[in-house]
């Protein structure tokens, strides 16, 4: 819920990657304002290869920043101690810019 309070004040650029158990709530809170990655219909995304996109992504798999990269993603709701958000935390091209006990959001610096 706080995470969702921050977007609804402080807009971040998108398109925005999130962790699939937060997509519904994301969808739901923001009366489908906030457009999501993924939710917890996993196999609806299945068939168009973004379910595969995703594992890769949030594991991460060495491609994830290639595939961030392929869906002009510029932010991330993820979770707080979670591999992706490691390292996105150590990349200079993305800053942190909230966090909570939970989850943590990234932004795509600039170029």
């Not at 977007?7 to 925005?16: A, D, E, I, N």
């Not at 594992?55 to 707080?80: H, N």
């Amino acid at each position: 819920r706080r995470a969702e309070d921050y977007l609804r004040t402080h807009p971040v650029p998108g398109p925005m990657f999130n962790d699939d158990f937060w997509g519904g709530y994301l969808i739901w809170a923001s009366q489908g304002q906030q457009k999501v990655f993924i939710d917890g219909r996993s196999d609806a995304y299945e068939p168009s290869g973004v379910l595969a996109d995703y594992i890769k992504i949030i594991q991460p798999a060495p491609e994830a920043l290639p595939l961030l990269e392929k869906y002009g993603v510029r932010s991330a709701l993820v979770e707080r101690n979670g591999s992706l958000g490691a390292l996105l935390e150590a990349r200079r091209d993305w800053g942190r810019v909230y966090q909570d006990d939970l989850c943590a959001l990234f932004v795509r610096k600039e170029r």
